[in-house]
Structures are given as C-alpha cells and as structure tokens.
C-alpha cells in the first residue's frame, strides 16, 4: 500500500478565502477571516440557502481576492456536510465551472485540496477552487435536533461550525505549496455515540499520522504545527495518549482546528468546533497568515466521522477517515 | 488496543457524574413550573368546575412553552434547567412546537404537518398503546372478580 | 394553602431530578425520557399508585409526563367501567383529547408565527 502520495510538481495556493458566521468571528481566530456575517440566515430564508449563499460568497471572495473571474477556473471542488451536497451545488450555481461535489464529512475539505492538487500539479487542468462550508443550524437540523428544542449538550459534544474556507490552487512556482498528502483509511472506532465525535476519529487520525511518519522519516520537530480539523478537546486528548502508546512524539506541535476556533471561557461550546467549516475556514485563514509569518511547514490532517442520521438510528458505528495534506514553503 | 478495549477507554472517558448543580437546577426549575401549573389551576377553579379548570391548566402551559419556543427563550432555559423544563408538559409542548416551527420552510402539508410530532409522536404511540393495553387487562380483570 | 404550594413543588421538582440524573448519567436521548415518563405513568396509575401522589402534589404530579400517563389510564379505566371492553380503545384519548388537541393546534399556531432562530 502507497502511504504518501508525493506531488510531481509542487502546487501553489495562489489564494485563499473564508467566511463565517457570528459566534466564529467572536472567538479568538476572529481577526483572521475575510468576512463574517451576523445574520445567520445570510439574507437568505432558509439554514440549506444561507449556507449556499456562503458558499457562494466565499468562492467570490477567492476570485476577487486573486483578481480572477469565473471563468479562470477550470474546476470546482466542494462538498458540506448535507444530504446530497445541496449547499455546495446549489451555492455555486452560478459559477458556471466544471464542479466535482465531494462528501468526506468534516475531512472534505482536505479531499478537495488532495484531488484539486493531483489534477493541478500534473498539468492535467492549470487552475481550481477546493471548497468545503458547513452551518450550525443546518446540521443541527438534519443529524440532530430542531433549532428551537431545548436541551442540554453533553461535554464531550461539538459546535458545528457556521463557515466556508477555499483554496485556489495551480503550479505558479510561489509558496505555499502542498507538497505532498495521505488518503486516509476509513477507521471503525467502535464508537456509536455521535455526541462523541472526537472520540470516533480519533483513532483514524493516529492511523494517519502513522502511516505518514512511519514512511517519511521525518519526525513531528520538522514542522510548525501539525493539526488535526475538528476532534476537539476530547477527541484531541484521545489522540495525544494513542499517539503517546504509539511511541509518537509530537514535540508539542500538534494541535486543533476544533479547539482554536472558540474560546472556550467565554462561548458555550462544550468539547470544541466541528464541520468541514472548521478546518477549511482555518487553513484559509490563519495557517496562510502563519506561513506568510514566519512558519514553513504545517500539515494539516481533515478528519471526518463518517455517520448518517440514518447509520446512528440503525446502531451502527461511527467510522471515520482522515486525510493528511503537507502545505509547506520550500519545494520540496 | 483493539476495538473492543477502545470502546470501554472512550467511553470511561465520557461518563459522568451528575453534576449537583443540574439536579439542584432541574429541581428548581420543575418545581416552579408546577407551582405555576397549581396557580393557574387554582385561578380557573373560580370560574369553572375541578375538570375544565385542569384541562385549562395543561392548555394553557402548552401555550406558553410553545410561545417561549417561538421567541426563542425555552431553549435558553433547557439549557439551565435541564430535566426541569423537559419532564413537565412544557416539554412535550416544546418538541412539537419546535418541529412544527423548524419545518416551515418545506411547507405546511409535507412540513409542518407531517413533521411536527417527529419527537413527541412517541409519546403519543406508547402512552396510547400502554393505555389500551391496561384496559384489555383491567376488563377481564373485572369479568374475573 | 402555602404548604399546598410546598408539596406541589418538591413533588414536581424530584419528577424532574430524576430525568437529569437520567439525562446525565445515561445516554437516553429526551424522546426515549419522556416516553419512559408517559409509560411509568400509566403503569403506576393502572396499579394505583399515582393516584395517592396525586392526591398529595396536586400540580405536581399532574403537570410532570407521568401525570399524562396517569391521565390515560385513568380515562380507560373510567371508560371501560361505563361501556365495557371499548373504552380500552376510547377512555385514553377521551381523557388527554383536550391536552392533544391544544398541542397541535398551538404547534401549528406558531408555525405560521414564528420563523426558527438559533440560541446564540
């Protein structure tokens, strides 16, 4: 089995964008986005077209951002965490782009970036857009409860994340680059129950991280950060003691998007962040205001729990997947 | 560490103790709410007879639960009171007004009305069954003695 | 009459400790509590037993889940009595008709007033 996936050619993130919500803006990482909404329905009349609308607003702002039109790109990635994607597809409509709909629940974002860089760094098509948006409420809707029911969250539990992140790739030869990415294997975690998400990812997570330095020689000290999408802080804990068995050494490197999105004094968000939302909002954002300060290599690693409503009603397991991407500013 | 042993670590991990607080919170907040269920009733019983007057009572704290889920504030109180605001009828109210509001937006015959009982229906189905069951019993048991 | 107002919210309040503690201890979801509350009550009123707490908390035993419960196999029992084996399929919903009936109506009500917003 091939454990990482080396890029022929280096591909640049010529430009990134991301949009989120009110409660994402207020949390420490605020500063770092390009836009931010209070309205939470986006001007829109329903959670499914607000979180289209994000889509679309964030996709626009990458164009504008890189001073680029719709017809520069020659292919779309995206995918939330809806049946049948309709946040993406719906909210990029109008793009009029070659669009590839992608599901990887909260790791799609990463999946995006892995094909969006195959395609790309072997000259198969010269530009594209990776997407990945997620919404509270229109999550909570469909894999939990209606909005207005009440009732108490358990503390291991996640806050769907209301936001959008993009990359616009393409080999220009300018850092950042995605270098080089693990496909993750799907993991069962033997976990069922889905207010304990980070639980359930935990242990792809490590699979991944394993199959990468286990091949690549190199150890945690060679990178800046190393974060995981969205275990939060009890999956994040799980993951440091199963990397810790593992002989792993993270030389105090590794960290979370879902536990850098909140601040967890102040906003009510019980183990952290979750959603594709959260890793893609924070790899467009505050990881590229990193590398353009001073860090030089980051691996991201999207991990998504692979449930259904349907799955979790039905008993089964939560399975989970994660994707490894190294975004670094040397070539190689 | 296989499956098995990750599961029982994972969930060791979750388990809690009930906080006292949550109990205290919950005692609290149900208690008020049948206070206020005991006043209304209490209220009615001077214009109507004992039956009426409790029928009025539960009426009326399903209105106001579904009026404090339609303003937004009966989830920002199940979130203090926990068990307090969910076991009285106020809760009951609140799952149906909940999904009954949460699925306008696919219309009033496939949303509203089809949806609206998607939590509370439950209740209804084996509260109902339960209840002829008893009664199947109870005849016979009647017949016997 | 104080006193009264005393029982009422002890009694109340306790039905609903024991739905934190399940809340918190177990992994019950509200749906699968309230339909436990609802049975228990009609267990405990077909045995005889809700009828004393009843009696005692007033509102406080009404108001809880189990009340509706108790209703129910009140409503069957006072049926059958009157009109033999039918009132097994009519005495439940004849007692609790009022209480499922407000509730549909209310529900559908605020769904053409309101439109859903989040907590935060």
Request: charged residues 15%; contains cysteine; neutral net charge.
């Amino acid at each position: 089995m091939k454990n990482i996936i080396k890029f022929p050619e280096p591909v640049s993130i010529i430009q990134s964008a991301s949009v989120v919500g009110k409660l994402e803006h207020e949390g420490p990482l605020g500063q770092y986005f390009d836009m931010y909404e209070d309205d939470i329905y986006f001007g829109k009349d329903s959670w499914e077209k607000a979180e289209s609308e994000m889509c679309r607003r964030t996709l626009s702002t990458l164009l504008a951002k890189a001073n680029m039109k719709y017809i520069d790109l020659d292919l779309v990635l995206a995918g939330d965490l809806l049946n049948q994607c309709i946040a993406s597809s719906f909210g990029l409509l109008d793009c009029n782009a070659p669009f590839l709909g992608l599901y990887g629940a909260c790791s799609t974002f990463a999946e995006g970036v892995i094909i969006g860089s195959n395609l790309c760094s072997t000259h198969q098509i010269d530009r594209c857009a990776a997407l990945a948006s997620s919404h509270f409420c229109s999550s909570e809707r469909q894999f939990r409860f209606p909005i207005e029911y009440g009732g108490q969250r358990t503390p291991t539990s996640q806050n769907t994340v209301t936001g959008c992140g993009a990359f616009l790739l393409e080999c220009t030869g300018y850092p950042p680059y995605i270098t080089e990415c693990v496909i993750g294997r799907i993991v069962d975690s033997g976990i069922k129950d889905q207010n304990n998400m980070g639980a359930a990812m935990a242990p792809a997570t490590v699979d991944t991280l394993m199959r990468y330095f286990n091949d690549s020689g190199k150890s945690a000290n060679d990178f800046d950060i190393i974060s995981t999408g969205d275990l939060g802080k009890e999956g994040y804990e799980i993951a440091c003691e199963l990397l810790y068995k593992n002989r792993l050494d993270m030389w105090g490197k590794y960290t979370d998007c879902g536990m850098l999105m909140y601040d967890y004094k102040k906003q009510d968000v019980n183990s952290g962040a979750s959603g594709c939302g959260c890793s893609a909002a924070i790899a467009a954002s505050y990881f590229i205001d990193k590398l353009k300060n001073g860090c030089k290599d980051i691996l991201l690693i999207g991990t998504g729990a692979l449930l259904s409503p349907v799955s979790v009603l039905q008993k089964q397991n939560i399975p989970a997947v994660a994707h490894l991407i190294h975004i670094s500013n040397s070539r190689n | 560490m296989d499956i098995k042993e990750y599961k029982k670590y994972a969930e060791n991990r979750s388990k809690r103790t009930s906080s006292l607080k949550n109990c205290v919170l919950a005692f609290i907040g149900g208690g008020i709410i049948c206070v206020i269920g005991q006043v209304l009733f209490n209220l009615y019983s001077i214009f109507t007879i004992e039956e009426h007057a409790k029928l009025l009572t539960s009426a009326s704290l399903i209105f106001l639960a579904g009026l404090f889920t339609g303003i937004g504030w009966f989830d920002v109180l199940a979130k203090i009171f926990g068990g307090g605001t969910l076991v009285p009828i106020t809760g009951f109210a609140n799952a149906i007004a909940a999904a009954a509001i949460d699925n306008k937006k696919e219309g009033f015959i496939a949303g509203v009305g089809a949806k609206m009982f998607i939590i509370a229906g439950s209740v209804i189905v084996y509260g109902v069954s339960f209840s002829i069951l008893y009664g199947v019993a109870y005849y016979f048991y009647l017949l016997l003695i | 009459m104080l006193i009264d107002y005393i029982k009422v919210f002890i009694v109340g309040g306790l039905f609903c400790v024991i739905a934190q503690l399940l809340i918190d201890k177990t992994k019950l979801t509200p749906a699968r509590i309230l339909v436990g509350y609802v049975c228990a009550g009609v267990i405990l009123g077909a045995l005889g037993i809700y009828k004393p707490i009843v009696e005692f908390a007033k509102a406080g035993a009404t108001v809880p889940l189990t009340g509706f419960g108790y209703l129910l196999a009140e409503g069957v029992k006072e049926q059958i009595e009157m009109n033999g084996l039918i009132g097994a399929l009519t005495g439940g919903l004849i007692a609790t008709s009022g209480g499922i009936a407000a509730a549909i109506f209310f529900g559908l009500l605020w769904s053409v007033i309101f439109k859903s917003k989040p907590l935060k």
